[in-house]
């Protein structure tokens, strides 16, 4: 295959770019939305119901929570989710965090960890691994430690070592990387700190309203039987997990819901943790009083991602938005505009309302599960990893019948994206067939695919046979990682990617039947958790597959995947179940690619320059002298790209602040991780930029003096020398005003 004996040239890398991904056009058809101005109602809270006040057991759980920044770079960098390059970062709505749950049984030990990001990824595992066995040897290992991401469409790419992932994110791009492994471990050190004599309980409930199946067609293909066991589509139910210290004080909540965090569309340009962060968001603020979000409030609330592989949260579902009717049923596409035009919503008027909406449906149930949680874990932990050759698995169907998985390919409805977004050119969901015209330009580019591929993807049209492809270094990933941990009769499942709502259900039975034979599993509660230790994009059922719509075409080692994880996973729970997990092989290590091996095509940013007669910070458009509550207070300032600012982990580029008038001082009532802030950089030309920051004023502010501020840091270079600066800028004082109205 010449794609394998040779480097992409810079054309070539371009025109795969253009070819897989999605040109800035789509982008006109969403700006339709317009932003409407939140108002940011507070919940009452009402008190937390007391803990059960059995006797605590007499060997109590150790346990630790901890959460960490994990923002990486907020500007120029491509956003992680929706593979459009051009979608790149360009401000900051909400910040991104690292949430760590260490349960230990007094023997061993097993780590949760959550964050918000689009999944992790195996170099950022591996990075991970690197640096927490200099800190702790083999305390934390491939076994006992599961990282998961939480699917937000919104933070930046960068930590992917397969060239397809690369190519997305424009490349390995060392301080987004850096950023998240130093989040995730930091998360991890401080829960390792605290940890300390406690209890779980959990509890589970449903969430309406939250989720709905955007490949209904391929859903309907499962079997009747299988699917008249099932109300809904989707997965309604959220598992909580509430942890208290020996006392029955409350230090942290952990859930697993399946939804996309896609609330959030391509049209965004803001970091954001989207739905599922705003869910954790909330919930630490109302535990956490008095602390400013992301500081170091000790409430560690976790919201994770599960089985959400078809489950959308735009709950309004698909419509032609140049018609208002409804798209096409097996393909998602309009009459007028394609595809492209077919765009799911909802359920708010606009992307952060929606967002809002979805992260609350998921508090507000959990919260109330978290207040009457009863039923209590006990008995040990236990951990079980394996690393699997995905590409050569043989799948046992009975004593005559077997299965093969396959080499990595992506179909040709992968191109054509879903209607939570994305997707490019003609291609359609529910392709069988393929198209000669980009078979064409696939095979002058990247090469056919060999016939055995082909033939094991069957009826997948394929359009990239990745797994055929190893220039500049292999496009998808072959040894994939298996895992489970258990807490009592809990057991987390940690796939590896995105497993759909009837994948998940089949994982979660097969798993339980096999757990349930021994204490403490006789009544295990088993969840999935999504997008753990290695993305390998989705998981279908092999009826689902059939269809080939998104979903199908991205479940890449083919028909069989499903079938050789539920294998693989059963193999894990028996050897928990048997306490033989000391005699499951390893398997074989995936590869750590030298850096220099890896790709970056994103260049360091050009030196910033301020307009003449202005300097850094200074104001380009003032605030208001005064604004109602409900309203949105502005300012732009003159400003440096972001990126200058390094690692802005831990910091704020944004406050807004109070002016108390006995004690004549400025008090910091918002950081830029706060909800009601948001930082938009304007990128101009030749290093000319701006920093607009919005204060979202909510129904609750008091009325007053205030204040904006925003904190970066600008480059200067001579011929050899390289200065960055830091600079302020502060708005004018302005007042807010509860109402201008008296009745
Ligand atoms: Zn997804």
């Known amino acids: ?105 007094g023997n061993k030990r097993v780590v949760f960890v959550t964050s918000d990001i689009g999944m992790v990824s195996q170099r950022l595992r591996l990075e991970v691994f690197q640096a927490l066995k200099e800190k702790y040897g083999d305390l934390y290992r491939q076994d006992n430690v599961v990282l ?43 829960a390792h700190r605290n940890l300390r004599p406690g209890r779980i309980f959990i509890n589970k409930g449903q969430v309406a309203d939250s989720n709905f199946n955007r490949s209904p067609h391929s859903y309907m293909n499962n079997p009747e039987e299988e699917r008249n066991r099932y109300e809904f589509n989707t997965d309604k139910q959220i598992v909580v997990l ?70 959308s949260p735009n709950i309004r579902g698909p419509v032609c938005v140049n018609t208002g009717l409804k798209c096409d049923y097996i393909n998602s596409s309009c009459p007028v505009g394609g595809k492209k035009a077919c765009i799911a919503f909802g359920p708010g008027e ?52 077997t299965g093969r998985t396959c080499k990595p390919a992506l179909g040709h409805s992968f191109a054509a994206g879903t209607t939570d977004g994305g997707g490019e050119f003609n291609f359609l969901q529910g392709d069988t067939e393929g198209d000669p015209f980009w078979d064409g330009i696939r095979d002058a580019v990247l090469g056919p695919p060999s016939n055995e591929t082909k033939a094991c993807h069957q009826p997948k049209p394929i359009l990239f046979s990745t797994g055929e492809m190893d220039s500049p270094l292999p496009w998808h990933p072959a040894i994939v990682d298996v895992q489970i941990i258990t807490i009592g009769s809990l057991a987390v499942v940690a796939v590896p990617g995105e497993f759909t709502t009837m994948s998940g259900r089949r994982i979660r039975e097969a798993v339980k039947r096999e757990l349930e034979v021994k204490e403490p599993f006789t009544n295990a509660e088993v969840v999935v958790a999504g997008l753990c230790n290695i993305y390998t994009h989705y998981i279908t059922t092999y009826e689902e597959y059939q269809i080939q719509r998104y979903e199908g075409a991205s479940t890449i080692f083919g028909p069989h995947t499903l079938s050789a994880y539920i294998q693989r996973y059963r193999g894990l729970a028996k050897a928990i179940a048997h306490g033989t997990i000391g005699e ?107 920093a607009k920051v919005e204060w979202h004023i909510p129904q609750t502010a008091q009325a007053g003096t205030y204040q904006i501020q925003y904190f970066g840091h600008y480059k200067q270079t001579t011929e050899n020398t390289t200065v960055i600066t830091p600079y302020v800028g502060t708005s004018a004082a302005f007042k807010v005003a509860r109402s201008f109205y008296y009745f």
């Open 148 to 190: 998961s991401g939480t699917h937000t469409h919104s933070g930046v790419g960068g930590y992917f070592q397969y060239t397809l992932f690369m190519i997305t994110s424009k490349g390995y791009i060392k301080p987004s990387i850096q950023a998240i492994v130093s989040g995730i471990v930091k998360s991890i050190d401080i």
């Open 242 to 311: 509430k942890f208290t210290d020996l006392d029955g004080d409350g230090i942290g909540l952990l859930s697993w819901f399946a939804v996309h965090p896609v609330s959030m569309n391509y049209t965004n340009r803001m970091v954001s943790s989207d739905n599922l962060g705003y869910a954790s968001y909330i919930f630490e603020q109302e535990k956490n009083i008095g602390f400013l979000p992301g500081e170091k409030g000790p409430f560690v609330a976790g919201f994770s991602s599960s089985n959400l592989g078809d489950s």
């Open 1 to 105: 295959m010449a794609s394998k004996s040779r480097r992409l040239s810079g054309l070539e890398i371009s025109l795969i770019v253009l070819f897989l991904l999605m040109t800035a056009v789509s982008v006109a058809l969403i700006t339709v939305l317009a932003l409407k101005q939140e108002s940011d109602k507070k919940e009452e809270v009402t008190p937390e119901e007391p803990s059960p006040s059995v006797t605590p057991p007499e060997k109590p759980y150790l346990i630790g929570v901890g959460r960490a920044d994990c923002t990486g770079p907020v500007a120029d960098l491509p956003m992680m989710g929706y593979a459009n390059t051009d979608q790149t970062a360009r401000g900051l709505h909400t910040r991104l965090f690292s949430r760590a749950f260490i349960v230990d049984d």
């Open 350 to 401: 606009d992307m952060f309302e929606s967002t809002r909406i979805i992260g609350e449906n998921m508090f507000k149930i959990a919260k109330e599960l978290y207040g009457s949680a009863k039923q209590e874990l006990h008995g040990p932990v236990y951990g079980a990893h394996q690393w699997v050759n995905m590409t050569d698995e043989t799948v046992q169907f009975n004593s005559t019948h």
């Open 584 to 690: 499951l092989p390893k398997g074989p290590e995936p590869p750590f690619f030298d850096e220099d091996k890896l790709f970056n095509q994103v260049r360091d940013p050009v030196a910033d320059v301020a307009p003449v007669g202005t300097t850094f910070g200074d104001v380009l458009q003032e605030v208001n002298p005064v604004y109602k509550v409900g309203e949105i207070a502005s300012v732009t300032f003159v400003s440096g790209n972001p990126r200058h600012s390094g690692d802005i982990r831990d910091t704020t580029l944004v406050t807004v602040e109070r002016f108390h008038n006995d004690t004549g001082s400025w008090e910091i009532i918002h950081n830029d991780a706060s909800w009601e802030t948001r930082f938009h950089w304007i990128k101009g030309l030749a290093g000319r930029s701006q």
